[in-house]
T-cell receptor, first 111, second 118 residues
Framework: QKEVEQNSGPLSVPEGAIASLNCTYS??????FFWYRQYSGKSPELIMS????GDKEDGRFTAQLNKASQYVSLLIRDSQPSDSATYLC???????????FGAGTTVTVRA | SAVISQKPSRDICQRGTSLTIQCQVD?????MFWYRQQPGQSLTLIAT?????????ESGFVIDKFPISRPNLTFSTLTVSNMSPEDSSIYLC???????????????FGPGTRLTVL
């Protein structure tokens, strides 16, 4: 079983809609959760970090964490064509400094 | 966040040769990492670059193939040795942000080195 799994894409949404990205992880002692955005040909950019159960909002992005169910999600509200990218979920286990990455979900926002 | 630069940004190399990639950070950082991202794939950690000691390699990666140096807290190099076409990939260095009460284990990535081996 993969450590970090993301919903398979690609995900296509119309401009202005909500894009919903899901990520599940296998290790119950995971403590830190991250979403990275990667534009084609560029390196990953950290857009959200979440550590506690519940929601965390930053602009049009909302991260949701549910440790009991071992999932973390990212909502992109009012999607814009500039949000078209691959989104990578990363998880860090308690006591470890390494990140485990999911395979990524490619999002395309249609104008 | 720290400003991270990598050199070269891209290169095309011949089979059997070696390439050294440099990673420079504008501030001292404790943890530096090297990743590989093969075409269409996610990131795979190659090793953790330890200052003053040998790098810690992940399963499937060995020092003879990917020697790493970390002479100080702002600089590291990764060498891809005896290259084959299978080594064609993007190589990324990352640094761990200082731990604070609000952030733990955040990593920031350099711009990457796109390597093509013919």
């Amino acid at each position: 079983q993969k450590e970090v799994e993301q919903n398979s894409g690609p995900l296509s949404v119309p401009e202005g809609a909500i894009a919903s990205l899901n990520c599940t992880y296998s290790d119950r002692v995971s403590q830190s959760f991250f979403w990275y955005r990667q534009y084609s040909g560029k390196s990953p950019e950290l857009i959200m970090s979440i550590y506690s159960n519940g929601d965390k909002e930053d602009g049009r992005f909302t991260a949701q964490l549910n440790k009991a169910s071992q999932y973390v999600s990212l909502l992109i509200r009012d999607s814009q064509p500039s949000d078209s990218a691959t989104y990578l979920c990363a998880v860090n286990m308690f006591g470890d400094y390494k990140l485990s990455f999911g395979a990524g979900t490619t999002v395309t926002v249609r104008a | 966040s720290a400003v991270i630069s990598q050199k070269p940004s891209r290169d095309i190399c011949q089979r059997g040769t070696s390439l050294t990639i440099q990673c420079q950070v504008d501030s001292q950082v404790t943890m530096m990492f090297w990743y590989r991202q093969q075409p269409g794939q996610s990131l795979t950690l190659i090793a953790t670059a330890n200052q003053g000691s040998e790098a810690t390699y992940e399963s499937g990666f060995v020092i003879d193939k990917f020697p790493i140096s970390r002479p100080n807290l702002t600089f590291s190099t990764l060498t891809v040795s005896n290259m084959s076409p299978e080594d064609s990939s993007i190589y990324l260095c990352s640094v761990q942000a200082p731990q604070t009460s609000g952030s733990y284990n955040e990593q920031f990535f350099g711009p990457g080195t796109r390597l093509t081996v013919l």
